[in-house]
């Protein structure tokens, strides 16, 4: 393990939660220890639930492209050229006019510009993980590639330098934490992600992959290295690292190259 520098390779955020992501060089903390512009925005339904991949397949098709220094937003639909451009504040009517008519129900767009709208409100920290796990997950199926895993999981923080599933050393049992940094950012990592129905599908079209959910699970049973905290393994549809971070950590920024260690 002395030969393993692990370091920040790619960042994610996905300005409207369950759209497609933005790459980024550099990355800022907020209060609550989440992402600037991550999931800032949501769609919701007239019963203020969320309109996303759990709830809706039909999302998967929207494709977004977004301008954040111009705050707009570039929409169309899976197979089609027909694009239409919103701002993000002064055609939020129109913007939402179109999304209604898409999913066939009225919706609203919220945003929370200080924590955003994480999957997880109790570790509401960016998730992680490394590029040899995508590797390996999509080895594990025929017809998928690496950037199609990337796009289901849809983690912020992509670490390379590492084998496959090295994140899983940066949790351990229930009601503890493993310290770790991110360049001069202090995270504590909490807990293999628990995943859902989002997974199985297609990134682009929604479209379920045969048998994703049960080769996952047994692949990933057959892959758990050696010194992982099986007790956080009640079922093996985890991957991906939750996190937290203390409100010390506010403003400060993960880069592209950061280095990540281990505290002691």
């Known amino acids: 393990m002395t030969d393993i520098i692990p370091y920040v390779s790619k960042l994610f955020i ?4 369950s ?4 790459s980024l060089e550099t990355v800022t903390i907020l209060k609550s220890g989440a992402l600037k512009d991550d999931r800032r925005l949501a769609i919701f339904d007239s019963s203020g639930k969320f309109v996303n991949g759990k709830r809706n397949h039909k999302i998967h098709s929207i494709r977004s492209h977004f301008n954040l220094e111009d705050k707009t937003i570039s929409l169309s639909i899976q197979g089609t050229n027909d694009t239409n451009i919103f701002h993000l504040e ?8 179109w999304l209604s008519k898409y999913f066939g129900f009225p919706v609203t767009i919220k945003q929370n510009p200080e924590s955003g ?8 920290g960016p998730t992680i993980i490394s590029t040899a796990t995508l590797e390996a997950i999509a080895s594990w199926y025929q017809d998928l590639t690496v950037e199609e895993i990337r796009s289901r999981f849809r983690a912020n923080i ?5 084998p496959a599933f090295w994140e899983d050393r940066l949790f351990t049992v229930a009601g503890k934490t493993i310290n770790f940094q991110i360049g001069n950012v202090q995270f504590r990592g909490i807990n293999p992600c628990q995943r859902c129905i989002v997974v199985t599908r297609d990134s682009q079209t929604g479209e379920p992959t045969q ?8 692949q990933r049973r057959k892959t758990l290295p050696e010194w992982v905290d099986k007790s956080r393994f009640n079922h093996f549809y985890k991957l991906a690292l939750n996190t937290r971070l203390p409100v010390t950590e ?4 993960i880069n592209l190259g950061d280095q990540l260690k281990i505290k002691p």
Not at 14 to 17: F, L, M, R, T, V
Not at 117 to 124: G, I, V
Not at 211 to 218: E, S
């Open 117 to 124: 709208f994480p999957d997880d409100t109790l570790s509401p």
């Open 19 to 22: 759209l497609d992501k933005i």
């Open 211 to 218: 048998n994703f959910q049960q080769t996952f699970i047994n």
């Open 158 to 162: 992509e670490i390379s330098g590492v």
């Open 14 to 17: 996905y300005p409207i939660k």
């Open 90 to 97: 002064q055609d939020l009517e129109a913007l939402t006019n």
């Open 250 to 253: 506010v403003g400060k920024k």
